[in-house]
């Protein structure tokens, strides 16, 4: 990666271009127009396969797929339950569960809620796409927080879209907590909202690449403004989004001022992670119903100005076009593959063991398909 600090912290590679996944500290990336690549289109739910709102269909292992090699890559990944270790390893094809295991530590299983971490950003993009599309929200328009409300503001200029795509200018130090940093500090404070609000711009909105989860949990207190925010934020998230795709539990955590921490909080199952992976798979329809507004999946994941690798929540893969991933530190990865009608989930307690998991796997399909 040709990042303009050579000093900066290294970024933790969990793929080989598109899972940039733990970010510790990314410096700024110069402006460059992103690749042209060929979209995937997505394939629709086949005929007589039934949604998951309630139960996954189970389906059977495709005929040309190498399944050893996965079983391989998956039992070394285990790591026999040991602390550092992938827990759970889910793929969806066809929309039908076709394969799924848990480590044998006794705190994996397929229902047992596990950390999303960044995953949840892909989540609150999510959110964004339902106000968007009943709307409420447009994402060209300055971003309204009300501290960059004046004309004279320099950051006046920021967009929604410039903070889906982690390219607002704003100072940051993207340290982990708890180590002392912007994230530790936001995550301290009684409003983490106002806290990233209250940041001076360090570059021009929309010309540095710099991830940033205070632009996440803006864009989760821009969501409270419109929705409400606590309970009633919790209430709108279930009804327009995880009640539709059976997603029954998830723990989300607030600031006492009401305000979801969107860049890292959305607990939940390895099953009802591939579930908000199917909706992206299939472009943001769920049995008939546009939960997420036409477009707004191929936006999410079209590469960004500031950076090829990053779409609009969601990490994107310059070396499978189409692919794209949903991540989280330590391993916690949705994978949505359109040329393959595939869906893959693993969380991990470490991103190294996570990675040859879902290379195998992406590389078994693309094998079977000669794609």
Same mark, same amino acid.
């Given at each position: 990666?040709?990042?303009?600090?050579?000093?900066?912290?290294?970024?933790?590679?969990?793929?080989?271009?598109?899972?940039?996944?733990?970010?510790?500290?990314?410096?700024?990336?110069?402006?460059?127009?992103?690749?042209?690549?060929?979209?995937?289109?997505?394939?629709?739910?086949?005929?007589?396969?039934?949604?998951?709102?309630?139960?996954?269909?189970?389906?059977?292992?495709?005929?040309?797929?190498?399944? &050893? &090699?996965?079983?391989? /890559?998956?039992?070394? /990944?285990?790591?026999?339950?040991?602390?550092?270790?992938?827990?759970?390893?889910?793929?969806?094809?066809?929309?039908?569960?076709?394969?799924?295991?848990?480590?044998?530590?006794?705190?994996?299983?397929?229902?047992?809620?596990?950390?999303?971490?960044?995953?949840?950003?892909? $989540?609150?993009?999510?959110?964004?796409?339902?106000?968007?599309?009943?709307?409420?929200?447009?994402?060209?328009?300055?971003?309204?927080?009300? /501290?960059?409300?004046?004309?004279?503001?320099?950051?006046?200029?920021?967009?929604?879209?410039?903070?889906?795509?982690?390219?607002?200018?704003?100072?940051?130090?993207?340290?982990?907590?708890?180590?002392?940093?912007?994230?530790?500090?936001?995550?301290?404070?009684?409003?983490?909202?106002?806290?990233?609000?209250?940041?001076?711009?360090?570059?021009?909105?929309?010309?540095?690449?710099?991830?940033?989860?205070?632009?996440?949990?803006?864009?989760?207190?821009?969501?409270?403004?419109?929705?409400?925010?606590?309970?009633?934020?919790?209430?709108?998230?279930?009804?327009?989004?995880?009640?539709?795709?059976?997603?029954?539990?998830?723990?989300?955590?607030?600031?006492?001022?009401?305000?979801?921490?969107?860049?890292?909080?959305?607990?939940?199952?390895?099953?009802?992670?591939?579930?908000?992976?199917?909706?992206?798979?299939?472009?943001?329809?769920?049995?008939?119903?546009?939960?997420?507004?036409?477009?707004?999946?191929?936006?999410?994941?079209?590469?960004?100005?500031?950076?090829?690798?990053?779409?609009?929540?969601?990490?994107?893969?310059?070396?499978?076009?189409?692919? $794209?991933?949903?991540?989280?530190?330590?391993?916690?990865?949705?994978?949505?593959?359109?040329?393959?009608?595939?869906?893959?989930?693993?969380?991990?307690?470490?991103?190294?063991?996570?990675?040859?998991?879902?290379? /195998?796997?992406?590389?078994?399909?693309?094998?079977?398909?000669g794609t």
């Amino acid at each position: 990666m040709n990042m303009k600090n050579p000093d900066r912290i290294s970024a933790v590679l969990i793929s080989r271009a598109a899972l940039v996944v733990v970010i510790l500290i990314v410096f700024g990336r110069a402006a460059a127009a992103p690749p042209t690549q060929t979209p995937t289109e997505f394939p629709p739910q086949p005929d007589g396969v039934p949604f998951p709102t309630e139960e996954w269909p189970e389906g059977e292992w495709p005929e040309g797929v190498d399944r &050893a &090699a996965i079983d391989v /890559a998956v039992d070394v /990944a285990f790591a026999e339950g040991a602390p550092l270790r992938v827990r759970a390893v889910v793929i969806i094809h066809g929309g039908k569960l076709i394969y799924e295991r848990y480590s044998t530590d006794e705190d994996d299983g397929p229902f047992k809620i596990m950390p999303s971490y960044s995953i949840a950003k892909s $989540f609150t993009s999510a959110l964004v796409g339902i106000l968007v599309r009943d709307g409420r929200l447009d994402v060209d328009a300055p971003a309204p927080v009300p /501290a960059w409300s004046g004309e004279d503001d320099p950051r006046h200029a920021i967009t929604l879209d410039d903070l889906l795509r982690m390219s607002s200018g704003l100072e940051w130090n993207e340290a982990p907590y708890p180590e002392p940093g912007d994230m530790t500090d936001m995550i301290r404070s009684e409003d983490a909202a106002a806290y990233v609000a209250a940041k001076e711009l360090a570059h021009p909105p929309g010309t540095e690449f710099y991830y940033n989860s205070g632009n996440t949990v803006l864009i989760a207190r821009i969501l409270a403004d419109v929705v409400g925010e606590g309970r009633t934020f919790r209430g709108f998230m279930y009804t327009e989004l995880l009640d539709k795709i059976g997603i029954n539990r998830m723990d989300l955590m607030f600031d006492p001022a009401g305000t979801w921490f969107g860049s890292f909080s959305a607990d939940t199952t390895a099953r009802s992670f591939a579930k908000f992976g199917l909706l992206y798979l299939r472009d943001g329809v769920w049995d008939g119903e546009h939960i997420l507004p036409e477009g707004w999946v191929e936006y999410s994941r079209t590469p960004s100005a500031t950076n090829p690798e990053y779409g609009a929540g969601w990490w994107l893969d310059l070396e499978r076009p189409g692919v $794209f991933y949903a991540v989280g530190v330590r391993g916690q990865v949705i994978t949505v593959d359109p040329a393959h009608d595939l869906v893959l989930v693993h969380l991990a307690t470490d991103s190294a063991l996570a990675l040859p998991v879902s290379e /195998a796997i992406l590389d078994a399909f693309a094998a079977q398909s000669g794609t």
